[in-house]
């Protein structure tokens, strides 16, 4: 029981870090310019893909740095050339062009690359368990994810609150309307904050893709879950944006480790069923059953019960 | 009886009180207008009345009924219209729809899917008629977003007594206009609103003196003094904290 | 009286239409475009005349589609007497009913809000959906046989055809319900709470009960597109209620036109047109919806229906055919332009070594194909450029309003 606590804790650490890799670029983005971007799990898979062809020719490492830059400066194309074009057309035409690219991406995916997942594979000298625990192996490999990750974070606090680009970004986010009037290049700032983001994007997907495989799909698996991630932690909440993740993260590892299901829960209240009713299927439900859904159910209750998110004060 | 009664109402956002204790009873028929120098709190007084914002404490009676609360639509079907300070339309459309629209609730129409609007006959009559009134008629196929701004204003008013309400509140009907514009509004705006109740909220002394029968003046959230235009005029403590700094008439709005 | 001959000739067109086209496949895909107007002219009711952006709007399509098959599968158990013609309409119910549900909580707020909890619900459904075996048959799916019912005037509905009268009658029967729909009182201020949802509350309307009609009523019409789904496929699976359908129906009225009634008509009638026939002649064919979706919202924001009607006005002037020319010069590069990047796209993509384009023969991994073919892409592109000046003087030529000849 113990051993599966930690390791569920472990993982779900991993997931929900990465997960917040993904939310924050994803939360600066619809703070600054009032777009939630849906095509930013895209931007992921496509820093993973790069990632894999770049390290057939020089291997992982220059992969980690090359790959998050190329798929930054793509995220800023799209922005220059795409998103501000859309944007006289208001906030539904954006959220529907973003939506259009996460499918374009997705089939140029498998244009380039093919429908059959990449052998995309961890750098051997992370291929060894860090420590054994009861048993279980927990692979270097995910340290180095904690560790990326929380580098990140580190460098983004420091931009962001030491760092005079930092501190127009977070006059834009809690005043969006007064930074033009100070003067500052708002376009190039929101060309820029799209690139960091889609960056970042990019960077998890460079990590995450040996350890979730590198296919097709991969946006939309992870996609929806970190657009639930910003709902629930507010919308422009980088505080929420974490603390969401990190529950998400948790909360599906918990539930994929656990055993736990309403047969237990009807055994101790001391009920029982039948085999053969029509509702059966909801009374053998287990936990790990309904892990995939748990982060929408989150989502609808939190908008039905505090529609600004957790951590948010906006409401657009 | 007095048609509205505010009685002891309060609003504060956090620890900022920007309405204190407002005590104000406004009788049928009496054109009423508040005024005030600028962060007075007029708006919200106007927000608190016609619903768009919850009151801290107090209360607003209506006919007798307690409004203060109450969603902006409950208080509107009770016959309690208003306009906006900042052109509040809907945009996409027409002109003739904008009015259409503004009439449907009175005229009994409610949440219907299955009456045809090209068939209501009077409500299409009461629309064209009151288009007329408001001189639109010539621009009721535009979409209201493309009326010119004083256009526009005269759409807002159009709108709002479109209900047929009996109390209507005007928030700054002719701020932003020029000289004839304002003209024409102060005219359009005794012609609609014969016979009925109205508060007003606006800044051209000229207007407010001409057009009302008592004046409140708001200052920090509290009535000063609420009378008579004559004895507002003469009355010391208002020359001190707003006529004597603001010349009247002055463009402040 | 337009109107109303309008609606005879549409009457005419979906019944002559099979005359003209008899092939097992065209009868098919007249089918699927019947189901998919109804579809998209119920998401059209949200997103373009209500303002509500939704994410999932599969969810009552689907479950109007797995209720339907279960009518179907109660008839074929001889549980009840049931005509299959009614079968649209149960699936119609049960969409009314799912949205009437989520619709509750769901409508309080338009906006970002509103797109996210469809979202939600739309994959929390989609999730279930895999879970909830006995309802929804999880991987598999439900199917069943629309032949058993009692016949209809003769008809048993075991030809692909008789299913095709069977869904345009309900087609027209719906088209013609939402468009009165846009007429009444309800309707309307969808229109005016899309518009201004505050001041529809200072006109006596509650913002959130308007979005809830509209709502349901959208719900219903999906429902009733589920339903004729199931009556021609037979079968329901994951798919029809998960978030690829729900995008293919924001696709659809997208691309057609929000702003217009007969937006997602267009919407459906070319997607449709476009997924059979390009997924006849290449297999890349989502990759060009893809490219085609995103070049629509930068470029004509208003969808195909719009980009017709910014005609109106040089129609009306009478100067439509200034601009017969510039379209012919612009148009020709144009489509050379795109062909010839279709054909390198086929030919990077082919894995034969002679790669044949139009009756054209390329060696694919030849240096001379791809030179040519870049070239001819050069060539169109910078034709194209030159073209455009041109097209843009005729344009305002075309709308300027010449002095003394009021419109």
Not at chain 2, 67 to 95: C, D, K, M, Y
Not at chain 2, 96 to 118: D, H, I, K, P, T
Not at chain 2, 138 to 154: D, F, I, K, V
Not at chain 3, 271 to 296: E, P, R
Request: hydrophobic share 55%; with cysteine; proline share 4%.
């Amino acid at each position: 029981m113990f051993e599966v606590l930690i390791f569920a804790t472990l993982n779900g650490l991993v997931t929900g870090l990465l997960l917040f890799m993904l939310a924050s670029g994803l939360t600066l983005i619809f703070s600054m310019m009032g777009v939630l971007n849906f095509a930013h799990a895209s931007f992921y898979m496509l820093g993973a893909y790069f990632a894999y062809s770049i390290s057939l020719y020089t291997g992982f490492w220059p992969a980690l740095i090359l790959a998050p830059v190329l798929v930054g400066v793509l995220g800023a194309l799209v922005e220059r050339y795409g998103l501000r074009r859309v944007h006289k057309s208001g906030h539904v035409a954006e959220l529907i062009f973003t939506f259009g690219l996460a499918f374009l991406i997705e089939e140029a995916v498998q244009f380039f690359w093919g429908r059959a997942t990449k052998d995309y594979r961890s750098p051997d000298i992370l291929d060894f368990p860090l420590f054994t625990l009861f048993g279980q192996n927990f692979p270097a490999y995910k340290a180095f994810m904690i560790f990326i990750s929380i580098a990140i974070f580190i460098a983004l606090y420091f931009v962001l609150t030491r760092t005079r680009i930092g501190i127009i970004i977070q006059a834009a986010i809690t005043h969006p309307h007064t930074v033009g009037n100070l003067g500052h290049n708002v376009p190039l700032i929101f060309m820029a904050v799209f690139g960091v983001g889609t960056g970042l994007a990019g960077l998890a997907g460079v990590i995450a893709g040996p350890v979730l495989t590198t296919f097709p799909g991969m946006a939309m698996v992870l996609g929806s879950i970190v657009f639930v991630i910003v709902v629930i932690g507010g919308l422009g909440s980088l505080a929420g944006a974490l603390v969401a993740s990190l529950l998400i993260g948790l909360l599906q590892s918990y539930a994929i480790a656990s055993d736990l299901g309403m047969p237990d829960l009807l055994n101790w209240l001391g009920v029982s069923f039948e085999r053969d009713h029509p509702l059966n299927d909801i009374w053998r439900l287990t936990l790990p059953q309904i892990a995939p859904i748990l982060p929408y159910l989150l989502l609808v209750l939190v908008l039905i019960f505090r529609p600004s998110g957790l951590f948010g004060k906006r409401e657009s | 009886m007095s048609l509205l009664q505010l009685q002891g109402l309060s609003k504060q956002f956090g620890d900022t009180k920007i309405i204190r204790d407002v005590n104000l009873e406004i009788q049928p028929g009496e054109k009423h207008a508040i005024i005030g120098p600028n962060g007075a709190g007029k708006s919200t007084l106007f927000h608190l009345i016609s619903g768009r914002y919850h009151v801290s404490s107090g209360s607003i009676l209506f006919k007798g009924t307690p409004i203060h609360n109450r969603s902006p639509f409950e208080i509107t079907r009770l016959g309690l219209a208003r306009s906006f300070q900042v052109t509040n339309i809907f945009p996409l459309l027409s002109v003739f729809e904008n009015v259409r629209c503004a009439l449907l609730w009175s005229m009994g129409y409610r949440y219907s899917f299955w009456q045809l609007l090209g068939k209501a006959q009077a409500l299409n009559d009461r629309t064209e008629a009151l288009l007329d009134e408001i001189g639109l008629h010539a621009r009721r196929n535009l979409p209201a977003g493309e009326l010119a701004y004083a256009e526009q204003r005269a759409l807002e008013l159009g709108i709002a007594i479109a209900s047929g309400a009996e109390m209507i509140l005007l928030d700054e009907p002719v701020a932003g206009m020029s000289h004839t514009e304002a003209t024409n509004a102060v005219a359009l705006i005794r012609k609609v609103t014969a016979g009925k109740t109205l508060i007003m909220v606006e800044h051209d002394m000229n207007i407010v003196f001409d057009m009302a029968d008592r004046i409140s003046v708001l200052v920090y959230g509290e009535i000063i003094a609420s009378d008579i235009p004559s004895k507002i005029r003469g009355n010391p403590r208002v020359q001190e904290a707003y006529l004597g700094e603001v010349v009247p008439g002055g463009s402040d709005a | 009286m337009f109107k109303f001959a309008v609606w005879i000739i549409f009457a005419i067109v979906i019944v002559l239409l099979p005359q003209f086209f008899t092939s097992l496949l065209s009868v098919s895909i007249l089918n699927q475009m019947a189901i998919a107007i109804v579809f998209a002219l119920s998401y059209n009711m949200l997103l373009g005349q209500g303002g509500m952006l939704s994410f999932g709007h599969a969810v009552y399509f689907g479950l109007g589609g797995f209720m339907a098959v279960h009518a179907l599968l109660g008839i074929e158990d001889g549980d009840y007497f049931f005509s299959v013609t009614l079968i649209p309409l149960v699936g119609g119910l049960f969409g009314l009913l799912a949205a009437l549900f989520i619709g509750s909580f769901s409508t309080h707020k338009a906006g970002t809000v509103f797109a996210m909890i469809s979202l939600g619900v739309g994959e929390l459904i989609a999730a279930s959906s895999l879970i909830l075996v006995s309802f929804f048959g999880g991987e598999a799916g439900v199917s069943g046989d629309r032949t058993y019912g009692p016949t209809f005037f003769g008809y048993d509905f075991a030809q692909d055809i008789q299913v095709y009268y069977l869904a345009a009658a309900w087609m027209f029967i719906a088209t013609l319900a939402m468009y009165l729909f846009t007429q009444t009182p309800a309707g309307r201020m969808a229109n005016a709470v899309r518009d201004n949802p505050e001041r529809a509350e200072f006109i006596g309307y509650s913002a959130r009960r308007v979005r809830l009609i509209s709502f349901v009523m959208s719900g219903f019409f999906a429902g009733i597109a589920g339903g004729l789904f199931a009556v021609n496929y037979e079968i329901l699976t994951e798919q029809n209620l998960n978030a690829v359908t729900s995008g293919n129906v924001l696709l659809m009225a997208y691309i057609g036109g929000l702003g217009f009634f007969i937006g997602p008509i267009i919407g459906a009638v070319v997607l449709t047109l476009m997924n059979s026939v390009l997924s006849h002649y290449t297999t890349l064919w989502m990759l060009y919806l893809g490219i085609m979706f995103v070049l629509t919202v930068m470029f004509l924001p208003n969808g195909l229906t719009g980009f017709l009607m910014m005609h109106r006005t040089p129609w009306h002037l009478g100067k439509i055919r200034l601009l017969i020319k510039p379209y012919i010069v612009t148009s020709i590069p144009g489509a050379v332009f795109a062909l010839s990047l279709v054909a390198m796209v086929e030919m990077a993509h082919s894995s034969e070594a002679e790669f044949v384009f139009l009756g054209a023969s390329f060696n694919s991994s030849g240096i001379v194909s791809w030179g040519v073919l870049i070239a001819i892409a050069l060539g169109s592109f910078i034709a194209l450029r030159r073209s455009l000046p041109a097209l843009r003087e005729a344009w305002a030529q075309a709308n300027a309003i010449d002095s003394g000849e009021q419109k």
